[in-house]
C-alpha cells in the first residue's frame, strides 16, 4: 500500500513542481471542537476569528465526515476523501484480536498505517513546497512534513528533533515542560502549540502550515457547549488565532497569505450515557474479569454519538446480528441501527472491504451518547464526566463544522452555502498552484477574488 501512494505522489508531483515557485501560503487553524452554530452565539467571544471572517468568506455549515471524530476528520481534510477511502475510523487503528475477543483501539501508529491516501502535504513535499504540522493528527513519521510535532502519544518524540531544540532555545518549549508535557493542561499544551505555530511563521516561512487546538474539545466534553467553561476555553482558542495572525503580519507575510480556520465537527450536550456494553453482557455475548471485558462475541466501540459495534465469531455472526438489531431496535435513546448495505451513504466502508470497520452502528438519539463500561446493570446512566459529545452521524446539523477563508487569494463576502470537508485540500491545493487530483472534494471556485484566482492547471 505505502509504495503504491508513494508513486501515486511521484505521478502527481511531475506536473507540480513547475508551478510550486511561486510565494502563495496557506495555513490551516482546526479549532478542534467548535461548532459552526457559535460562530453566531453572542455569548462565544470569537474577535479574531469573526475579523477574519468579516474580510473573507465563511461556510453556512460544513458537513464533516462520519465517524464525526478528530482523526478521521483531520484526515479528510488534508486528503480530500472521506473515511471509506482514507481509512482512518477511530483515533487510533482498530485491531482485532482474535475469535471471540474484544477488540481495542490502539492510537501509537505510525501515518502509514493510519492514512490509506495521499495527503496534500505528501504531495506538496515532493514538489518543493515547505510543510509543517502543529498537533496534527495521523502524521507520525509522515516523511512529508518538513516540521513535525504530532497529535499521537508520546508526540515528543515523534516531533522533529532540529524543531524541538528551536523552541527549547526561544524559551517556547523549556526542559521543564518538555519533560512534563503529559502532566501540562490542555490551555498549556495549546499555548505551545501556538507559539510553535508562529515559530514555523517568522523563522521557516513555512507555506503549508497546520495547527490544531485542542482545548475547546476537552472543555465541552468536560462541561458540554454553551457552558461557562466551553466558552472560556472558545474565548482561549480564539486569542490563539490571534497570535497566529500577528506573527503572519510581523512577518511580512500577510500579502501571500491565505488563512483557512476550520473545525472537525460540532457539539451536543448529553445529560444520558448509553452502555451497550452492559447490554451485550447480560444478554450473554460478552464477560468481563474486573473492569474489562475479557471475552466477546459481541463488542460495542464508543465515538460518543456512535457505537461500532464489532461481530467476532464468524460462525455465530449473523445470529449476533440479528440479536444486536433486536436488543437495540426499540432502545431507548437509538436513533437507528445502521447495517452496511447504508454504510455508502455515510462515506464509510463495507466490513468485507476494509477489516477494521464494524459489523454494524449504532447512532444515538440528541442527548444520548455511548461509552464502553461493560460492568453494572443499568443499561441507561446520567452523563458525569463528560456532559458534551460530538461523533453523531454528519447529517445532525448540531455536527456541521466551521470553515472561513481569508486573505490572499479570497474575495470579501463571496458566498459560500453547505460545503464539505474534502472540499478543503483541492481548495488549498488550488492556492498554492500545485495539481490535487485524488481529491473528492470540489475545488471551492466561488472563494476566489476576481484578478487574484490561482491559474487553471
Known sequence: ?????????????????????????????????????????????????????????????????????????????????????????????????????????????????????????????????????????????????????????????????????????????????????????APARDYVWTQAACHAIRQHQTRYLLVHLLNIDGSHHRYGPQTPGGYSAVAYADACVGEIVRAVKEAGLEDETTFMIVSDHGFITIPKTIQPNVVFRKAGLLTVEGNSVATARVHAVPEGGIAMVYLTVPDTAEADRQKVIELFSQHEGIAAVVEPKDFAKYGLPQPDEYEAMADLILSAKDGYAFNGTATGDDAIVASTTTLGTHGFLSDNPKMNAVFIAAGRGVHPGAKLGQIENIDIAPTAAKLLNVPFKTADGRVLEEIFAEGARPSKE
Open 1 to 185: 500500500m505505502r509504495q503504491g501512494l508513494l508513486s501515486l505522489v511521484i505521478l502527481i508531483c511531475g506536473a507540480a513542481s513547475a508551478l510550486a515557485a511561486d510565494n502563495s501560503r496557506v495555513i490551516i487553524i482546526s479549532m478542534d471542537g467548535l461548532p459552526a452554530y457559535l460562530l453566531n452565539d453572542p455569548n462565544a467571544v470569537l474577535p479574531n476569528v469573526r475579523a477574519l471572517a468579516a474580510k473573507g468568506v465563511v461556510a453556512e455549515g460544513m458537513t464533516v465526515s462520519n465517524p464525526s471524530v478528530t482523526w478521521p476528520n483531520h484526515t479528510s481534510i488534508v486528503t480530500g476523501v472521506r473515511p471509506m477511502k482514507h481509512g482512518v475510523l477511530f483515533n487510533g487503528v482498530l485491531e482485532k484480536r482474535g475469535l471471540g475477543l474484544p477488540v481495542k483501539v490502539d492510537p501509537a501508529k505510525e501515518k502509514s498505517e493510519l492514512v490509506h491516501a495521499v495527503t496534500l502535504y505528501d504531495v506538496l513535499h515532493e514538489a518543493g513546497i515547505s510543510t509543517g504540522g502543529i498537533n496534527w493528527p495521523c502524521t507520525r513519521n509522515s516523511g512529508t512534513l518538513d516540521i513535525d510535532f504530532p497529535d499521537v502519544p508520546d508526540s515528543l518524540t515523534h516531533s522533529t528533533p532540529s524543531f524541538l531544540d528551536e523552541l527549547k532555545a526561544q524559551g517556547i518549549l523549556p526542559d521543564e515542560n518538555r519533560n512534563n508535557w503529559g502532566k501540562l493542561s
